[in-house]
């Protein structure tokens, strides 16, 4: 049974504040897979806590690229985040073979994942599950669980 770490709702207005207080938790794991259904906000939320961490790269989702890679400062440390996109694809084995499990691999960089249900299976324990839902045309609703 998952532990819920956090639950918030946001708009586009306080998406800033959100990511930070999100930020405030999730820091202590690597892996976070951002999960819902198309034009949920997964990429927006992704976007906007780049944003709190100070990314300079242009944050923008990586469809085609399948995965994208950022940088920022971690109190002097050069932080690594790769950031990914399944929905192209199948199943794990393709997952696999499009090298999405060697990114994830290395505890010293962090991975945040769209579309994790397309290969639940690769994600690394622990790892978070964030689960984000339209709760009004403006709204999102963000519960944060830790998959043990
Ligand atoms: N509170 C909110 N958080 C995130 N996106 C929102 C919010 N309110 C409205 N939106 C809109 O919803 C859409 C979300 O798109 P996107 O982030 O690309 O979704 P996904 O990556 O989940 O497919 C954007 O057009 C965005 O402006
Ligand atoms: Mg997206």
Redesign the pocket.
């Known amino acids: 049974m998952p532990t819920t770490l956090l639950q918030i709702s946001?708009?586009?207005g306080n998406?800033e504040s959100a990511a930070h207080q999100f930020w405030q938790s999730a820091h202590r794991y690597n892996i976070l897979a951002?999960s819902?259904?198309?034009?949920?906000?997964?990429?927006?939320?992704i976007?906007a806590l780049c944003n709190v961490l100070g990314v300079q790269d242009a944050v923008s989702?990586p469809t085609f690229a399948l995965v994208n890679e950022y940088h920022f400062d971690e109190a002097g440390t050069d932080r690594t985040i790769y950031h990914m996109d399944w929905y192209r694809l199948k199943d794990t084995q393709d997952a696999i073979d499009a090298g999405m499990e060697d990114n994830m691999l290395q505890n010293d960089k962090y991975s945040f994942v769209?579309w994790p249900e397309k290969a639940p299976e690769l994600l690394p324990r622990p790892h978070l599950w964030i689960a984000?839902e339209?709760t009004a045309?403006?709204?999102?609703e963000m519960t944060v669980s830790i998959m043990e």
């Open positions: 946001y708009s586009l998406i951002f819902g259904e198309m034009g949920a906000g997964k990429t927006t939320f976007h989702s769209e984000i339209a045309p403006e709204e999102r």
